[in-house]
């Protein structure tokens, strides 16, 4: 299109960026901002080759936006921001404009663009700040078209001046005059205005006469500031006419100046006359002078007299001095070789100039302050440049008792000193170096000053040993400024800032001082433009102070913050400013924190590039960052101790000494707490960024990580050690990284590309775990916020009040930063969302970081934890602490999974279970399962009956959403956690609650939803533990076969009957899943019963699927008869089928045995449908590979011999595989009933030797002392304890009950009493006596037991020996210990 129609194609873009402008967009965000920069460098562009289309199309923009009529602050604001945004437009476009430009082009120019530009410029309003940019604006398009259409724009003020001669003086209107001001002026052009005012002045009005002088002088200084190498060849090789013309005009203005008042306005104008005559200024510096040079001679004594107060008239003294001021400004312009005596004429007056200007008992004031400062930052500005070496008057400005003006005059001064060097001759700043200290201290001052003014206290210091902290008691002014001195010290302030921004060596520089006190005032200076960052009341001064801080970290400065020891002065000042910013971006406490994390982006940048350049020399400062010990399972920093980390703080307490500083805290390095702790609030601030609805802070801090891994990469390089032990998770932040190039995406997709990175981070750090528990923090804020949002009216105004708060604070920070929220703003609501999502993606490597600090000392019996993957234990250990932030994260996301707030309920209903379902860490999936199925058993009374209440329900539905999300998302590493706890009980409770729902829509669709958990349960069967598999699948086929035909006959709407129609398929897929390998398991009965029962139960099933085969059939036909709904309805009847014969070949081939003998009569049937789908069935099974052996009638013995045979097998050195496996495996609350079956099995094999032999020698391996062994909850002393208990039953009875009848029942013993206690004697009974009788009974039974030692069970006997044999090997383990200690 730009090819073949260039003109249809510009205006295309033009009309896009005016349909982006904020008065038709509205007000700009991030995204909206950058399509308009996008747009505006278009139009620039293409003006270079279509300039008349632009310009045109720019002008009619620029004319529509300023006929439009607003309404309110808003509409003005961006009415503002799209005129600057036009103007700025225009004004590139101008200064790019194509030299061939035809007359046609100037002429439109003139016509349509100009007028609107002399708008701007002519209805400017004093104070109106919106206006003074605009004007600025405007004057600078004004300049770009003045550079190539001069013509243009004079011939318009030479025009107006031709009207202002013959123009009565009441009507005189001079505002195109003040053109002059603004437009572009070389020597050519300056001849031309000088001799076009020379031609006219005379005939002008008086008023015209005023403008034509004040604009006179200002186009000079565009002249001069624009084409300095011009001015400066004027007195190199004179131009005669150029002279000729000034002195005219000089001889006009003269004779104008009749009065003392005109004196005062035109004197500013003759002195700049009277420099364009190089030749004259020789002439009248000597003693004799021609009559015709007389007046300017006169000229020059008046101001001399004037500046020297003799005049009389304070005008005429003001006025002298601004015309001195000009003087001397316009000598700097001038080489001393080429004209030596007009510096002579400055040198007369300077002196008397600096006394006027720079007097503290009397400063100089014309009633304009603005005007007044402009003239002596002119006058200091010139002195400095005609003599460096004479800086008295910086120190009057410098003195702390002298007015703020003149601090700001000085400030303001050095920064024009530092940023305009234009010619080779003027000065530069180093010699101004040596007043660095007293311009620190200025800073200090102001710095505390500003801070008080503003209500706000100075932060914490982030270091103790500063100077800093002691100046501030010492100031003058203890009570806080007013409004006025405030606004003054913020000028001041920022001016200061700019000033270290263009120059950061002026206030760094430190002559003739130590190391330590070099480190300190650089720490000093760096702290208080840390401090000013988050000043939400001083955006202006925060952002310079940002930029400053950038100046600051460049190499070349970085150097200079203590040349003693750069490396440990950059880690310790650099930290410090770090962990404070971090600190307070974490917080939510600044205002743009967007910009500000970008700002960090590049002190990153810039940090690492200086660790790159001193590589070699951080060689020994060998500590660089903590390392972390991620050889094993968990993640753990080794390089700092408990109590270093105790006595960590922000700051480390710097000594002074000789030569070198050093820290108290560390080797003055990247090891000292500080650098740690700057290490994990930058990590902790960029976690947190990722769940900022705003997309542009996400991608900046994904960006960040890059850095953060280029920095390890540096050091690892260094230490030469792996840069994992720096950055554990250095993996998944580079992949953060790449993922910040995603400008295009949208905000959903990159939240998800987020937690799909978050989930895979593997290593718990300080920082991510930090950043897990204030996101948990903020989020609960959040949640109450929501769940408390006013649900009915208004009462007092308090919720009008709180929400405009809310508004006010969502300009400066998330919504978890304030303290209320609105719901109107989908930001609000988002960020939250975000929130959950963090949350729910990294909570799992924050338990692991719990349960790796909680299992540290647990060894269960049978191994460590890391022995026993998959093991229940290591569930309930995780699940008994319920307290972790990560269970309460839980333990709230369950409630809000059934949340009926009436404004958002539904939002949070929906996110919640697609978060918990999609994004949740797989870590967390067998706290998740236990905690649904606890919540769930709660659904059910004491005795087992359905409490349905529409809450439950809604739980119940959701639970089953997020499960079959959860099990459909193969998530990486899901496998490993889904087997950790199990389903079983949790599945079988939905099923028993959605059974008694009925067969409303809801409930049918409900069933629906269960019906495909189910099959989607069974595809993830593998990665599922289950405890009871068989006997939970024969359960769950159970309560899903009821569903089938259940509804599907009574219904009489069409649309249910199609829900139901999805039920029977969804039932009958899930119960295809449910059958494959399932032997069916009857409730009751064994032997020959079981096989009754079981050829019962078969019959049931298999009738079912022929009833709904027939149902199928039958419906077809009536179908094809009546029409309707055929196609849809066929292929759901063809569907069902389908599944219906999997399911009879599934029963049948896993029950072959007590199944064929039903079945194989269907193939004899007289139906032919019906033999055709037995046929089919058969076909199936034999596909299937079905073992018909197991139709023998010992089928079931052979398999038991086999599973016994398994069990018990051992290996050549004697141990047990499968029986240990089985120990490590099984949760502690089944041990009694593993204890059982392994001494059963074991015994019946004549292996229980080896059973107790293993079993004990584990449990001695695994013991901490002799005093703990077999008197722990173990599986050997659940072992030992069903040992004796069903082995020594019958020898205890054997043994002991002919004592213990005779006891009873002889009457030998009848009247012994063995009462031995004697505060419980009967008064007939003797205490010897009873002893006596004691002892016999006693004798009796020991010598018993001794005789029976031949009748004590083998079994008893290896338990003993076995003990024996444990106990043996503790014994000589702990006297070679003994020996060798």
Known sequence: MAAHKPVEWVQAVVNRFDEQLPIKAGQQNTHTKVSTEHNKECLINISKYKFSLVISGLTNILKNVNNMRIFGETAEKNLYLSQLIILDTLEKCLAGQPKDTMRLDETMLVKQLLPEICHFIHTYREGNQHAAELRNSASGVLFSLSCNNFNAVFSRISTRLQELTVCSEDNADVHDIELLQYISVDCSKLKRLLQETVFKFKALKKVAQLAVINSLEKAFWNWVENYPDEFTKLYQTPQTDMADCAEKLFDLVDGFAESTKRKAAVWPLQIILLVLCPEIIQDIAKDVVEETKMNKKLFLDNLRKALAGHSGSRQLTESAAIACVKLCKASTYINWEDNSVIFLLVQSMVVDLKNLLFNPSKPFSRGNQNADVDLMIDCLVSCFRINPHNNQHFKICLAQNSPSTFHYVLVNSLHRIITNSALDWWPKIDAVYCHSMELRSMFSETLHKAIQGCGAHPAIRMTPSLTFKEKMTSLKFKEKPTDMETRSYKFLLLSLVKLIHADPKLLLCNPRKQGPETQGSTAELITGLVQLVPQSSMPDIAQEAMEALLVLHQLDSIDLWNPDAPIETFWEISSQMLFYICKKLTSHQMLSSTEILKWLREILICRNKFLLKNKQSDRSSCHFLFLYDVSGGGTSQISLDHEEMIRCTPGATLRKGKGNSSIESAAGCSGTPICRQAQTKLEVALYMFLWSPDIEAVLVAMSCFRHLCEEADIRCGVDEVSVHNFLPNYNTFMEFASVSNMMSTGRAALQKRVMALLRRIEHPTAGNTEAWEDTHAKWEQATKLILNYPKTKMEDGQVTESLHKTIVKRRMSHVSGGGSIDLSDTDSLQEWINMTGFLCALGGVCLQHRSNAGLATYSPPMGPVNERKGSMISMVSTEGNAETPVSKFIDRLLTLMVCNHEKVGLQIRTNIKDLVGLELSPALYPMLFNKLKNTISKFFDSQGQVLLTETNTQFVEQTIAIMKNLLDNHTEGSSEHLGQASIE?????????????????????????????????????????????????????????????????????????????????????????????????????????????????????????????????????????????????????????????????????????????????????????????????????????????????TVLADRFERLVELVTMMGDQGELPIAMALANVVPCSQWDELARVLVTLFDSRHLLYQLLWNMFSKEVELADSMQTLFRGNSLASKIMTFCFKVYGATYLQKLLEPLLRTVITSSEWQHVSFEVDPTRLEPTESLEENQRSLLQMTEKFFHAIINSSSEFPPQLRSVCHCLYQGFLVVLISLLQLTRRT
Not at 1057 to 1078: I, P
Not at 1092 to 1117: G, P, R
Not at 1121 to 1146: D, E, I, P, W
């Open 985 to 1193: 009980t949790m599945m079988l409770n939905l099923v028993r609650y959605v059974r008694v729902l009925g067969n409303l829509v809801h409930a049918i669709q409900i069933k629906t939803k269960l019906c495909q958990l189910v099959e989607v349960m069974m595809e993830r069967r593998d990665d599922l533990s289950f405890c009871q598999e068989m006997k939970f699948r024969n359960k769950m086929v159970e309560y899903l076969t009821d569903w089938v035909m259940g509804t599907s006959n009574q219904a009489t709407d069409e649309d249910v009957k199609c829900l139901t129609r999805d039920l029977d398929q969804a039932s009958m897929e899930a119960v295809v899943s449910l059958l494959a390998g399932l032997p069916l398991q009857p409730e009751e009965g064994d032997g020959v019963e079981l096989m009754e029962a079981k050829s019962q139960l078969f019959l049931k099933y298999f009738t079912l699927f022929m009833n709904l085969l027939n149902d199928c059939s039958e419906v077809e036909d009536e179908s094809a008869q009546t029409g309707g709904r055929k196609r849809g309805m066929s292929r759901r009847l063809a569907s069902l089928r389908h599944c219906t014969v999997l399911a009879m070949s599934n029963l049948l081939n896993a029950n072959v045995d007590s199944g064929l003998m039903h079945s194989i009569g269907l193939g004899y049937h007289k139906d032919l449908q019906t033999r055709a789908t037995f046929m089919e069935v058969l076909t199936k099974i034999l596909q299937q590979g079905t073992e018909f052996d197991t139709l023998a009638e």
